[in-house]
């Protein structure tokens, strides 16, 4: 079955480009003893190859859980969803971490790092696990560390580097595989704004390589670098729109907070909620764009 591919035909025949992430009615619900906890109730979605879109919402909007289905490591309670051409919703154990080690980086906010492990030895052990020898893992591993800048820290453990180059060495490790898709979830979350404003010089680097990025955030200075931002609320899609600042960095910041505000096109005041105010996030720092009015965000 060879379904790995971006190209492929719509039901009705047509030849196109589809997308490398189809997420459709897509709902996830946790049973805690006699309660249920509906994280996700119906989300719909897709995303080209090379887009860099960030998924902000409130703490328990669905973020986390969106994230972990479709980098395939939970599964949906219902719906379905495409990654790289194959439905994902039904596979194997096996199948989707197949699906996952060719398709798809994951980062996330804690680095999970292996204590006492070093640089060279994280970043290989994915490459390994798939049956790579030691030596070949070892050398991917440094290029994907010199990647991302750490070409000399290849013998470092985590303890020995900083909160941001120990998320670089993350960004390696799920880069070593050569993924299509890199997933990342709130991965400034735990760096200082210096070291967080690196990560997302590099996670542009990436994107100029083009890399499919999702990024989930509360930070709307993050989510301001995305071509798209898309907001959950209650586990649903509130609101899907185009980013233009994410486009063009370059745009003074007067024009561009006008320009962002006119590319909401799913009208948040017609939710009735303020949320159409984070368009002017771009222009202010991440501190100032998430107080205030976002801080349910
Ligand atoms: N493993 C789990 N078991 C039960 N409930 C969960 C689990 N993970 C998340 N939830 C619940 O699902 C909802 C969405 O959580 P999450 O996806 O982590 O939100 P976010 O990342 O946006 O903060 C929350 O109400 C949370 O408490
Ligand atoms: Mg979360």
Do not use: C, W
């Not at 190859?49 to 309670?77: C, F, H, Q, V, W």
């Not at 120990?166 to 070593?176: E, F, G, H, P």
């Not at 301001?224 to 910041?253: K, S």
């Amino acid at each position: 079955m060879n379904q790995n591919t971006a190209h492929s035909h719509s039901e009705d025949g047509a030849s196109h480009t589809s997308p490398v992430i189809l997420v459709k009615e897509l709902t996830k619900t946790y049973i805690m003893g006699e309660t249920e906890v509906h994280a996700l109730r119906s989300v719909s979605f897709s995303v080209n190859a090379g887009e860099y879109i960030a998924i902000i919402g409130a703490s328990g909007s669905g973020k986390s859980t969106l994230m972990n289905m479709l980098g395939l490591l939970d599964r949906p309670t219902s719906g379905s969803y495409r990654i790289g051409g194959v439905e994902a919703a039904e596979l194997s154990k096996d199948r989707m971490a197949d699906l996952r080690n060719t398709q798809i980086g994951f980062v996330f906010q804690r680095f999970n790092l292996l204590a006492r492990t070093t640089a060279l030895k994280q970043v290989g052990l994915p490459l390994f696990y798939a049956g790579v020898s030691g030596r070949e893992s070892a050398k991917r591993a440094a290029a994907a560390l010199a990647r991302v800048g750490l070409g000399d820290r290849l013998d470092h453990r985590p303890e020995e580097l900083s909160g941001g180059q120990q998320q670089r060495v993350a960004v390696a490790r799920a880069l070593v595989n050569n993924p299509g898709i890199v997933l990342a979830d709130e991965p400034t979350g735990a760096l200082d704004s210096h070291t967080g404003s690196e990560l997302l010089a590099l996670f542009d680097e990436l994107h100029a390589q083009g890399i499919t990025l999702v990024v989930v955030t509360h930070d709307m200075g993050v989510a301001a670098r995305a071509q798209r931002i898309i907001t959950l609320r209650d586990g649903e899609v509130l609101e899907d729109r185009a980013n233009f600042a994410g486009q063009n960095e370059a745009l003074p910041a007067g024009p561009l907070s006008a320009s962002i505000a006119n590319g909401a096109q799913n009208g948040a005041a017609a939710h009735g909620s303020n949320h159409a105010q984070l368009a002017v996030g771009a222009a202010m720092p991440a501190t100032a764009a998430t107080g205030g009015n976002h801080e349910d965000l």
